[in-house]
């Protein structure tokens, strides 16, 4: 069972154009965290939102929390080829359903010049 | 601090054989966290461990895996006997505290033949 749906799973466009990444879920966590992966490597850290309705913005990446804390959205403008990698969405669960990090499956993102 | 510290990098090992990943967390992080990574299924979490407790192993397939913490700076994954389906990256992850942000290591590239 997928706790966290990612939407959608692949995505390739061109340099310019606008994108959203989806996070869903049906469990509400204490926090939501956003990832990059690049080939090789192991996620890194981009933001972190807490609160329902947090709007947080990275250079041209929008970060929102759901106002119930269940699902989350990445929206990136004007993306360029340098945005290309796996972004995964992740949720923190409350301390007494076990305090774990779930990842959602990823979004695989190609931004062609 | 170096970061999050796994060996092997690579692991090519024949089915039946034991297999054991390593891992140093970051010196002071409270949580520790092993995923597996497939393109079929994501990042799944397979154990996580609080203050060298193991707090949540449900994500560990079966019985041939086991995940030890002796201290604060080791913990090890092991595979006994491996077989081809455990073929994946596995990481393992530290933070300060449980819902706080989660700095992995660059994995271990595991290939049972």
């Known amino acids: 069972t997928q706790l966290l749906e990612q939407s959608p799973q692949f995505l390739s466009i061109q340099e310019g154009e606008n994108l959203t990444v989806y996070c869903n879920s049906s469990?509400?966590?204490?926090?939501l965290q956003w990832y990059r992966q690049e080939p090789g490597e192991g996620p890194v850290l981009l933001v972190t939102v807490v609160t329902g309705g947090e709007v947080k913005k990275l250079k041209r990446l929008t970060f929102q929390f759901g106002d119930a804390r269940k699902d989350s959205s990445l929206h990136i403008t004007a993306a360029q080829p340098g945005d290309t990698g796996l972004y995964l969405c992740?949720?923190?669960?409350?301390?007494?359903?076990?305090?774990?990090?779930?990842f959602g499956q990823g979004t695989e993102l190609s931004v062609k010049p | 601090d170096a970061g999050v510290i796994q060996s092997p990098r690579h692991e090519v090992t024949e089915m039946g054989q034991e297999v054991t990943l390593r891992c140093k967390p970051i010196?002071?992080?409270?949580?520790l966290f092993w995923y597996r990574q497939t393109m079929m299924r994501g990042l799944e979490l397979l154990i996580y461990?609080?203050?060298?407790?193991?707090?949540?192993d449900s994500g560990m397939p079966e019985d041939r895996f086991s995940a030890k913490m002796p201290n604060a700076s080791f913990s090890t994954l092991k595979i006994q006997p491996s077989e081809p389906r455990d073929s994946a990256v596995y990481f393992c992850?530290?933070?300060?505290?449980?819902?706080?942000?989660?700095?992995f290591g660059q994995g271990t590239r595991l290939t049972v033949v």
């Open positions: 992850a530290s933070s300060l505290e449980w819902n706080t942000e989660a700095f």
């Open positions: 469990s509400v966590f204490s926090s």
């Open positions: 992740a949720g923190a669960m409350s301390r007494n359903q076990g305090g774990k990090l779930i």
């Open positions: 461990f609080n203050n060298n407790v193991p707090i949540d």
């Open positions: 010196s002071g992080h409270n949580s």
